[in-house]
Nanobody, 114 residues
Framework: VQLVESGGGLVQPGGSLRLSCAAS????????MSWYRQAPGKERELVAH????????DYAESVKGRFTISRDNAKKRVYLQMNSLKPEDTAVYYC????????WGQGTQVTVSS
């Protein structure tokens, strides 16, 4: 089982990034998927969630209207489009899925700074 995130980096405030998570080794279309983040000195928090079909999504209040989660079941990928980024969005972003199997990726660093 693998969840491999990519797309992180350094971006200026107000900029955009698109994170991608490639899944393999499990029945991707069976499970909802989520993006979490963890900033230095803080607990890991749920950022966005998408159901297995992609028909429903949910977001943390802090990112509503700025971030969009989506998935491509044919490609076994889940995405996080992040717009209007703020310094407080700086964190390591993790992809999570698999229900009770609780699979996690290794994370990708997002740094928002001028």
């Amino acid at each position: 089982v693998q969840l491999v995130e990519s797309g992180g980096g350094l971006v200026q405030p107000g900029g955009s990034l698109r994170l991608s998570c490639a899944a393999s080794g499990f029945s991707f279309t069976t499970y909802a998927m989520s993006w979490y983040r963890q900033a230095p000195g803080k607990e890991r928090e749920l950022v966005a969630h998408i159901t297995n079909t992609g028909s429903n999504t949910d977001y943390a209040e802090s990112v509503k209207g700025r971030f969009t989660i989506s998935r491509d079941n044919a490609k076994k990928r889940v995405y996080l489009q992040m717009n209007s980024l703020k310094p407080e969005d700086t964190a390591v972003y993790y992809c999570q899925g698999g229900g009770r199997l609780n699979y996690w990726g290794q994370g990708t660093q997002v740094t928002v700074s001028s």
